[in-house]
């Protein structure tokens, strides 16, 4: 899971719209991520204080908005459900934090002119 800064330490929510109807963000990200760790949807969702209806929903506008689904997931029963990351949800994640690496190097400086540039 990618590092949380201090709260002092400024911080960059990367955003990208894909047109109107695609959208990737951290939120989103971080949802990847801990459906990797946990292997459920639901546990994914508690562990970002989200309710599993809101988890699926997101889960299911990756899905769609992507060329092949980026969670397979399989309902509970005997054997118990799960959830996990496929070939491109791992793609995706893995491009979506090397792309928020690269931001925040790039930028490094002008973030910390914005910075000097603040309040006390």
């Not at 459900?81 to 893995?94: F, I, M, R, S, Y």
Request: charged share 25%; glycine share 10%; aromatic share 4%.
């Amino acid at each position: 899971m990618s590092e949380t800064p201090p709260d002092s330490a400024p911080r960059l929510r990367l955003r990208i719209l894909f047109g109107t109807d695609a959208m990737l963000g951290p939120g989103k990200a971080d949802l990847l991520e801990h459906i990797r760790e946990t292997g459920s949807i639901a546990a994914a969702g508690r562990a970002m204080a989200m309710s599993y209806k809101r988890a699926w929903s997101l889960v299911e506008e990756m899905n769609h908005a992507f060329r092949d689904p980026l969670v397979a997931s399989s309902r509970g029963g005997t054997k118990g459900g799960g959830a996990h990351l496929t070939e491109t949800g791992e793609e995706v994640l893995a491009n979506y934090r090397a792309l928020e690496e690269t931001i925040a190097e790039a930028g490094a400086d002008r973030i910390e002119t914005l910075q000097s540039l603040l309040r006390g």
